[in-house]
């Protein structure tokens, strides 16, 4: 796939289908990451996949209601990090800045590989620290619900989530997001 298809590609959909997660896979993904930039080639992020069904299970109880569809997910990557693993200059701290763009390396290899990559705010993350072991000192930024990409909408969605399946949500225009030289209102 080129470039601007696996951009144009990718979407958080809610219309996850099962897959197969071997070795190879999870390796091309954590690759992936690992090509992202970061502060002074620090590589501050770290993945937990998670495909065994029992601690799969585990992992969606600790979900928030609205986050019902991530539980078909075959994958689920748990993205975490701490300040002290990257750069901290004066009040910068750039941890997740990098983790933030390994993960969107990795979401995008997802994207080429015919898979949907969905990142979750929707979470007790206390929980789901407890269930997959992350030290106290990290802090678990996201959950990555990972699905096979289908063509047709899931029926078991919200009406809400059924109709955004459907298309892309309209993007801001880059005149909403970009200033030249300098900020302006």
């Known amino acids: 796939m080129q470039f601007s ?6 979407r958080s ?6 897959f197969d997660v071997d070795p190879d896979l999870i390796r091309r993904l954590a690759e992936a990451a690992g090509l992202a930039p970061s502060c002074s080639n620090r590589q501050p992020w770290r993945y937990i996949f998670v495909y065994n069904s029992e601690k799969l299970a585990e992992l969606f109880h600790t979900l928030a209601p609205g986050n019902y569809w991530a539980k078909k997910a075959s994958l689920m990557i748990a993205v975490f990090s ?15 800045f990098d983790t933030g763009m390994a993960t969107a390396f990795l979401m995008l290899k997802a994207t080429d590989l015919g898979l949907v ?3 979750m705010a929707g979470f007790d993350p206390e929980a789901a620290r407890q269930v ?6 990290m802090q678990l ?8 990409k289908l063509d047709k909408v899931d029926p078991m969605l919200s009406e809400k989530h059924f109709q955004q399946e459907k298309e892309r949500p309209i993007r801001k225009g880059i005149q909403d997001y970009i200033y030249h030289n300098e900020y302006s209102d």
Do not use: M, S
């Open 82 to 96: 701490h300040k002290e693993l990257d750069c901290v200059i004066k009040d910068r701290e750039y941890y997740q």
């Open 141 to 148: 930024i996201t959950l990555i619900a990972v699905g096979q």
């Open 132 to 137: 997959l072991n992350v030290p106290d000192d």
């Open 117 to 119: 990559a969905h990142p």
């Open 13 to 18: 959909l809610r219309t996850l289908g099962q």
């Open 5 to 10: 298809d696996v951009l144009n590609e990718r």
